[in-house]
């Protein structure tokens, strides 16, 4: 069974910063890319970051792009997002999720599908 499940979530201010989680179980990640994706009330689900797992390429969006930095550690199959220079609208449900592809991440709308992905961290940021 694969399990998904990010931590690291938590109130903060303005200015500050972050490092979310991802632990995976279950799953030999190889050949796989994992992303972190977002919603914040009322709007729709955006990808924010994603990285090969057994490789260097990266994408961020351009909204988090000079201020966060994805990075794994393989042996603990863990993903990690660190958050700088935090801003309000930075607030949200955090998600991790595990794909084939990094444009499932890149191009995400309210209809894409993901198969494995966690519950959620909260990040808020007050101003």
């Known amino acids: 069974q694969v399990q998904v499940v990010e931590s690291g979530g938590d109130l903060v201010q303005a200015g500050g910063s972050l490092r979310l989680s991802c632990t995976v179980s279950?799953?030999?990640?190889?050949?796989?890319?994992l992303g972190w994706l977002r919603q914040a009330p009322g709007k729709e689900r955006e990808g924010v970051s994603c990285?090969?797992?057994?490789?260097?390429?990266?994408y961020y969006a351009d909204s988090v792009k000079g201020r966060a930095t994805v990075s794994r550690d393989n042996g603990k199959n863990t993903l990690y997002l660190q958050m700088n220079s935090l801003k309000p609208e930075d607030t949200g449900m955090y998600y991790c999720a595990v794909v084939v592809t990094c444009n499932t991440i890149i191009y995400m709308t309210p209809r894409t599908s993901l198969r494995f992905w966690g519950q959620g961290t909260q990040v808020t940021v007050s101003s």
């Open positions: 279950g799953l030999t990640l190889d050949n796989y890319y």
């Open positions: 990285i090969r797992w057994s490789g260097d390429s990266t």
